[in-house]
């Protein structure tokens, strides 16, 4: 392994090669696979090519090393949104829209909100402290002396454990339980397995969010955008949720056992929404449970008389 600490080199590409870089200050959407959503504000926010102070190295610089296997190890803290999306091959930026192995990111320092949203590979250590919401991410048992270290939700469904050891998690058969105490967002992201998690406590934004297969159950209430782009599986909220649940959904099932919010189902193509009460905005309007519909919800425990449906 070697080093590479403010200039470029030939050997960045390596796998198994560090960027190091040291913040004098927090930087938002570092290791950021998204740019921010660069395709929502063309770069007003956030261009991959600006350079991240003064460590000589840009955005993308440290995204295309990670993708090449590359680590990138941060001395000092970090803002927020910290490897959003990461191990995600956007199509956006010409890749395939599936998920691609990638290195670690290691932080010898604090860490802002939402680091690791969205997060399908990789790993992430960090030694000091995490601003909660949290990303899709559980804590495992750290390789790393001093630090804490993290996986993707998705990644441990998808691609087993491996080596590593659950904290305050449980992975049984095909069940993944969550007792972290940790409030999250985006839980299960782009997961296309027929897996299911399970969460105990309130989470925040986008449960489920761009999901094709499996089912997400959070025994607690949950923030805006619940079933995001949901495009396949389900989402089950055994609590209230706040506004836009179901924007933009493809296909799928949401089942909401309390108030599901207003702007429900904005923008939605299809699929179900189950739920005891709600205010949907058009195309999306309040329909009769239909058979199947009482049967969904009788099986996962739930009183068909108290829900509506929302398509």
């Not at 956006?92 to 680091?115: A, H, L, P």
């Not at 050891?165 to 397995?193: C, E, H, P, W």
Request: charged fraction near 25%; charge should be neutral; include cysteine.
């Amino acid at each position: 392994m070697f080093k590479i600490f403010g200039q470029k080199s030939k050997r960045d590409s390596v796998e198994g090669s560090v960027i190091e870089i040291k913040l004098d200050e927090p930087v938002d959407c570092i290791c950021d696979f998204t740019y921010n959503f660069y395709w929502q504000h063309k770069g007003e926010k956030l261009s991959p090519e600006w350079k991240i102070l003064e460590t000589g190295y840009t955005f993308q610089d440290l995204v295309e090393h990670l993708k090449r296997g590359g680590d990138v190890k941060i001395t000092g803290n970090v803002g927020h949104r910290l490897a959003s999306s990461m191990g995600v091959d956007l199509k956006y930026f010409g890749g395939t829209g599936r998920d691609v192995d990638v290195g670690s990111v290691i932080v010898d320092g604090d860490v802002d909100t939402r680091m690791g949203i969205s997060m399908v590979k990789g790993c992430i250590y960090v030694k000091g402290t995490l601003r909660e919401p949290i990303g899709n991410i559980v804590q495992v048992k750290s390789d790393k002396e001093g630090y804490k270290k993290y996986r993707s939700i998705t990644d441990i469904l998808s691609n087993g454990l491996g080596s590593d050891q659950l904290l305050n998690s449980q992975l049984i058969n095909n069940m993944l339980i969550i007792n972290d105490s940790t409030v999250k967002d985006t839980i299960g992201a782009r997961l296309d397995k027929d897996f299911d998690i399970v969460f105990n406590g309130n989470v925040d934004l986008s449960t489920g969010i761009l999901m094709k297969k499996g089912r997400v159950r959070v025994n607690g209430k949950t923030g805006k955008n619940t079933g995001a782009l949901l495009n396949g599986g389900t989402v089950i909220i055994n609590g209230d949720t706040d506004d836009f649940t179901g924007i933009d959904m493809i296909s799928g099932t949401i089942i909401v056992n309390g108030n599901a919010g207003k702007f429900l189902g904005a923008n939605k193509k299809g699929g179900i929404i189950l739920a005891i009460k709600g205010s949907p905005i058009p195309p999306t309007s309040k329909v009769n449970l239909g058979s199947d519909d009482r049967n969904l919800l009788l099986n996962q425990g739930f009183n068909p008389r108290e829900f509506s449906k929302f398509e």
